[in-house]
């Protein structure tokens, strides 16, 4: 049945706009004046005016997290208002300003339209909607709580996203200060200092070592910078192929968690996406083995999701979650008792939610740290 986008009056005279399903727009009409308003303008809105409106200089824009994340609140916020699925469907992909977005959008209420389930029809695109955000999806509709679900998906992204935004701002200002820093040192050592040793030369004197090793240094650079160039980009893309191996990815995911200073960051981090998602899943009703196994792949440490791997298979035989990560020595210990106490009280989603949070905040105290001393 045509959907069709109107803006009417209400009782009160405020302009109010929204999606209509009719068979024709004298239908719409006739539907709205019925629900106690009266109809100012009827659209109806056409799969292929909704795919190009945007199109242009936008075609090749990416979906972002941002993106995924506006329209799952939006369409938590339609739900709950009483708006069916199509319907919702087809006013957030008219609404859309990401055409890609928009194009997918349009595909999912089209499939849902023709008797296919919401989460099946996501599934589809696993480059835009991942199986953590599926299962979420397939959980909200077996139990009739889809618009609750997106809620707490809404509020997942979201406090994400936050992290994500810290961590990049707190890292920009020592990044761009490092490349400004090796670009005037690189500047001082081959056009400033051999100025400064040609007054050496005509002094005739004993230099002091450290002098000595500047000026070769210097005279280095200035002749051979090409090779140190060279050099370094080959440098950069063996180690890039190297880690790209399993052996590799092995070390490097190993040093990441055992780095001074960024390691015991990066493993709060992963402490608290994994505890979130997990959290998010169980409270959603995904049972705890695949909950588990979904909320190891958010982790970017190859050591941390082994270890989690073989706590799911203990898990499996019977054992507590708590056991296998008090072993492994890479959660804190603070965390592995909470979720202990969590497993014996019957509360571990909550528990897990004060893991993530509490993980959160020591990540955002050390990134302060970190901008004081800088």
């Known amino acids: 049945m045509p959907l069709f986008e109107y803006t009417a009056l209400n009782p009160k005279g405020d302009q109010v706009k929204g999606v209509a ?25 056409s799969e292929e005016n909704s795919e190009s409106k945007t199109a ?15 329209f799952t609140r939006q ?29 997918v959008l349009v595909q999912v209420k089209k499939d849902v339209r023709e008797g296919n389930s919401f989460v099946q029809s996501l599934s589809r695109f696993p480059h835009i909607f991942p199986v953590f955000y599926v299962n979420m999806i397939r959980s909200g509709e077996a139990s009739g709580t889809l618009h609750i679900v997106l809620e707490r998906l809404a509020d997942f992204n979201e406090k994400q996203q936050a992290l994500k935004m810290k961590i990049r701002s707190a890292l920009a200002y020592p990044v761009l200060m490092s490349i400004i820093g090796g670009l005037v040192l690189f500047f001082m050592m081959t056009f400033i200092v051999p100025n400064i040793t040609r ?27 090409w090779v ?10 063996f180690l890039r192929s190297f880690i790209r191996t399993d052996r590799g990815e092995r070390l490097w995911h190993k040093w990441k968690l055992r780095a001074p200073l960024l390691g015991p960051l990066h493993q709060k981090i992963a402490v608290s996406r994994f505890s979130r998602t997990l959290g998010t899943l169980l409270q959603s009703g995904v049972p705890l083995l695949s909950a588990l196994e979904i909320s190891r792949n958010v982790i970017n440490n190859r050591i941390m999701r082994d270890m989690l791997k073989n706590a799911e298979k203990e898990v499996e035989e019977g054992q507590s979650l708590s056991s296998p990560l008090a072993r492994s020595n890479l959660f804190p210990p603070m965390a592995v008792e909470m979720l202990a106490v969590g497993e014996q009280s019957g509360t571990m989603e909550d528990m897990l939610f004060k893991i993530a949070d509490a993980s959160d905040f020591e990540v955002k105290c050390s990134i302060g740290k970190g901008n004081k001393k800088a």
């Open 21 to 45: 399903e009719a068979a024709n727009p004298f239908g719409a009409r006739k539907k709205l004046r019925d629900s106690g308003v009266f109809p100012v303008n009827i659209r109806e809105i």
């Open 56 to 70: 242009g200089f936008r075609l090749f824009e990416k979906i972002t997290q941002v993106n995924i994340t506006l």
């Open 75 to 103: 369409l938590a916020t339609l739900l709950n208002a009483g708006l069916p699925l199509v319907p919702s469907l087809a006013t957030l992909s008219h609404q859309a300003a990401n055409p890609q977005l928009k194009k």
């Open 199 to 225: 007054i050496f030369d005509q002094m005739h004197q004993r230099l002091p070592w450290i002098t000595i090793l500047i000026i070769a240094v210097s005279s280095f650079l200035k002749a051979y910078w």
């Open 228 to 237: 140190m160039v060279i050099g370094g980009g080959a440098t950069f893309f």
